[in-house]
Structure formats: C-alpha cells, structure tokens
C-alpha cells in the first residue's frame, strides 16, 4: 500500500494564482481531512471529509475549496492564492469504527510559498 | 471544546539521557491523547495513543506516555536518547470519532 500521497511536493505560486493540491489514498478510509502546519502553530485543520459527498469546514477553511467524489481523493483547491496561504499542507486519513481513537495517517505534505 | 498545551517548544537532550515532553490537555469529555512525530521534512507517524485501556501506553522506538486524569496530562518519556530520536513531537486530542487538536509541538534536538 501506498497509504496517502500528495502531489505536488513543492509548489511556488504568484499573489493571485489558482491550484489543486492532489490527495489520494489507497486504504480504503472513509475520512478524510486536509491540515495545514506553519511555524509554532501546530497543525490547523482546514476542510475535512466523512466519505464521498460529504465535506465540511474545519478552523481554517476561508481562501480553500474541497470536494470528495470518491473514497479515495480528497483535492484542495485555492482559487486566489495569498501570502498568508504559505505553509505546508497535509492530508490524512481515518477510518472510522465510532470510538473517536482512530489513528489519522498522513501523506508526505505539500511545501506551498505564495509569492 | 477540547485543547492541548505543549510545555517547550524546543527540547535539547544528550545522548543516553532521558527524554521528557509535556503536554497537557482540556477536554469536557473522557479523551482519546495522542502523540506524533514528525522527522525533517516528512509527514507526521503514530508514535502511540491512549484510549481508556491502560493509563501507561508504550509506544514504537521506546517511547511511552502515561495519562493521569487529576493532573490532566500525557507526558511522553524515552529512558536513553538517540541521534535518531531528533524530530519534532506534537501532542493531539480527540474527543470525537474524527477531529484531532494538535498543540504547537515540541522540536528535540539530540546532542553526542
């Protein structure tokens, strides 16, 4: 297994520009949940997904976009992209049995710079 | 609404001594702690969680945390440092089927 890739893995983007960072996993969960982390911050959870269809705001969803039409991808979309959007992305997965102590395994990351 | 605080944003150790990061939680309900780490440049990796069975928890590459409910902590511990162990740790909480809150994190630094 693959377990959860990103692509691309480092990204420069002019104030203004439009991308999709790609998620995919190949284990079947059906969650799923894009973060970003900048310096000192911790992770921040910016859209996250409970299956296909289905997709919801985190803390920090304003400047993002996401969509969920199957299991396995879960992309992200900036429309117009800013300064403050300059960090690192990762995407995760979950399964979910309802006992919330699921573990969320995480994709490489996205390295992001809006310049 | 459920939180964690991270004691020290940046741990120096020697090699072979102990490792000791804080982390203490908010939660209005029984919660789910977990701890990960994060190696230079890659994503973050399941180091060990708590989910009720046992207040002491081991996890992989000898760490272990304990959870103690009146002091509202998970303190994560290593008896022996190594290079290997230099990566950044993140405490996180869930109180729900779906939702982490990950503190600020912990940089260790291992020194010969």
């Known amino acids: 297994n693959a377990g959860v890739t990103q692509t691309p893995k480092f990204r420069i983007l002019k104030i203004g520009q439009s991308m999709t960072l790609q998620c995919t996993q190949d284990?079947?969960?059906?969650?799923m949940y894009w973060y970003r982390q900048d310096p000192g911050m911790g992770l921040k959870l910016i859209y996250y997904?409970?299956?296909?269809?289905?997709?919801d705001k985190g803390e920090v969803p304003n400047g993002y976009n996401v969509s969920r039409s199957t299991t396995e991808d879960f992309p992200l979309r900036l429309e117009l992209a800013a300064p403050s959007q300059t960090s690192v992305y990762f995407c995760a997965s979950s399964y979910s049995s309802g006992l919330g102590s699921n573990e969320q395994f995480f994709g490489p990351g996205t390295r992001l710079t809006v310049l | 609404a459920q939180s964690v605080t991270q004691l020290g944003s940046h741990v120096s150790v020697s090699e072979g001594a102990l490792v000791l990061l804080r982390c203490n939680y908010s939660s209005s309900v029984p919660p789910y702690l977990f701890w990960y780490v994060q190696y230079p440049n890659q994503g973050l990796q399941l180091l060990l969680k708590?989910?009720?069975?046992?207040?002491l928890v081991k996890g992989i590459n000898g760490f272990e945390a304990e959870f103690k409910k009146s002091e509202t902590s998970f303190h994560l511990t290593k008896p022996s440092a190594h290079m290997s162990d230099a990566a950044e740790y993140f405490c996180?909480?869930?109180?729900?089927?779906?939702?982490?809150?990950f503190g600020a994190g912990t940089t260790v630094t291992v020194r010969a």
């Open positions: 708590y989910t009720s069975a046992a207040t």
């Open positions: 996180a909480v869930s109180a729900s089927d779906y939702k982490l809150s």
């Open positions: 284990m079947n969960h059906n969650y």
């Open positions: 997904s409970v299956g296909a269809g289905i997709t």
